[in-house]
């Protein structure tokens, strides 16, 4: 098992490099901090979940989180940079959107939660106007932010500060010698701190031990999060012999494979994402084995590489499948030259996080009450008892309903 800071590596020759990186982040910073770069915070509920080290720190799963928890209350918009996308200026994304015109992650969340807006700028401040003010949108209730720690033009009324559990930040340095974006003096405009990907077994004292080294200020709350998984479902479930649709197009009958149909599988777990150790590692003690084919994160699938996924599955001995990631997925979806063999055992594992220490109520209430106290929707209910409600399946998928929209 992999313990904190473990995935950190530091090169002690760059560190003059830092320094002067570290110099140009502090005086930018520090310009905000007096007033002469303007931060601009905006009546309607803003909600940032961003982190200052390059590489994930599980952005995706927690925005996803707090859609779960928000949308079937009020109108949730995500606002995304839409990092390696081909479109520029504003997107707001609809059933004609490719994944090129909004970026893998932006992609994946319109697919999997169409109640919600999923829109892509570049310049936070104009999307979150045209959210406000475009027809399409502006019954928004509230913005998640996604990716935004950094982009100090928004002030909002919530921001998430993630911290990987295997690069913490307390043991890093600046960039180029080490991953972080800025110094680690930054935790302090967190209103929470989430420490991620942590194992299930950490130890009570162990919780101890990183709430002292993290220091925060005492109206910081500190969480931590581990990552689930669920069944994974085909990407291309038409391939697969006995596929069915209802008259409404809806698939019949469920292809998913369970934990101990999982067990006698070889794995090509197939990744394009910054973190994916963890995920190897999590996935090992279910399947027969695994087999690692990983990519750059957002990496973009040439035909070589196309060419080498289906050469790598190929050469696994049988019974087989490919599991890959929902980012991935996002990516493969259109590729071609993708084999009938590989088409028809493509899985894509679901991930979600879960709260421990039983955090996940306090968590929810944090968000739910700033939600109701600032959103410009006059029909919010002021059940002040509304807001105390426990996610039952613990994912924010089916807390109780709060009565945000007079329907």
Known sequence: ???????????????????????????????????????????????AVGNITVGGTGKTPHVEYLIRLLQDKIKVAVLSRGYKRKSKGYVLADSDTQMSDIGDEPYQMMLKYPKAYIAVDKNRRRGIERLKSDEASNDTDVILLDDAYQHRYVKPGINILLVDYHRLIIYDKLLPAGRLRESMKGKQRADMVIITKCPRDLKPMEYRVLTKALELF????????????????????????GYTETPNGELNFQFSIRDSELKSQNVLLLTGIASPQQMEEDLQPKCKAITPLTFGDHHAFKSKDIRRINEAFESLPKPRIILTTEK??????HADGLSDDVRRNLYVQPVRISFMLEQEESFNTKILSYVQKNSRNSILAKDKDAVKTKDSNHSGERSRRISFRDN
């Open 1 to 47: 098992m992999r313990r904190e800071g473990d995935l950190i590596k530091i090169n002690e020759w760059l560190l003059p490099l830092s320094w002067i990186y570290g110099s140009v982040t502090s005086l930018r910073n520090r310009l905000f901090d007096i007033g002469i770069l303007k931060s601009r915070a905006y009546k309607i509920p803003v909600i």
């Open 218 to 241: 005492p109206y910081q709350g500190l969480y931590f999060t581990t990552l689930e998984y669920d069944d994974p479902t085909p990407l291309f479930p038409k391939e697969i012999d």
């Open 328 to 333: 991935d997925a996002a990516r493969l979806r």
